[in-house]
């Protein structure tokens, strides 16, 4: 498997994924011709692209997908009420449980935010798995099972609790808004998840959707490391994603 964070943040998302046959986006929350250009700066023809896989309506999210489709008509992934809160005219497929392709299974994981139907995504193939989780106030422990000792993560940790707080721009309720059980994950929530989540055989960890005003990549990237080693596990590969420039290409 090949994963490719080709973009991170409040201002876009999507990230790239392949397995086997198949190469896969994960939402399309940035320009489309972004995300052609990042595309082919990994070898990756957006011709190529057979399905693209949506998370939730909000435009950071989906802001590119219909200028992506009326150009290669990827095969669209979504449930019927993301579809009619983005408005999207597509053809799409209605998802809400796991799916096949060629080998390749994609199961939904419901999350925690304020748009509709919203979730994360497992994608597995011969024995490895991405996790994508981001924009949840907090993961039901009900799917702990089901999220641990994964491949790769794609892990949202998007502020600092005292940096947000403390945030004059910000009003009061939208401070509550990101803090809240619809809102976002923390450093601190991010990194004990994934503490709890990390296995023997994960083997790299991308931390998300970081609020440029909220967050840095050194304050996520500490939390993450101390609270791993307060926990006394061992990992060391973790990549810090960004608004505007590609992750590394990871092979698994």
Known sequence: ??????????????????????????????????????????????????????????????????VFYKKYHPHIYMSDAICKEANLKVDYTNLNESIDLDGLIITPVPTSHDASDARGYIFEYEGKSVVYMTDTGYISEKYYKLLTNRTVYVMESNHDIELLMNNEHYPHQVKMRILGDSGHLSNKDSSLYLSKFIGNDTKKVFL?????????????YNSLKETL?????????????????????VEV
């Open 1 to 66: 498997m090949q994963v490719c964070v080709l973009a991170s943040g409040s201002k876009g998302n999507c990230t790239y994924i392949g397995a086997g046959s198949h190469k896969i986006l994960v939402d399309i929350g940035t320009s489309s011709l972004s995300i052609e250009k990042k595309l082919k700066a990994l070898g990756v023809n957006p011709s190529e692209i057979d399905s693209v896989f949506i998370t939730h309506a909000h435009t950071d999210h989906v802001s590119g997908v219909s």
């Open 208 to 220: 998300a959707h970081l609020s440029e005003q909220n967050n840095t990549k050194e304050m996520a």
């Open 229 to 249: 080693k307060r926990k006394h596990i061992s990992f060391d590969d973790i990549s810090i994603t960004d608004q505007r420039e590609a992750s590394e290409l």
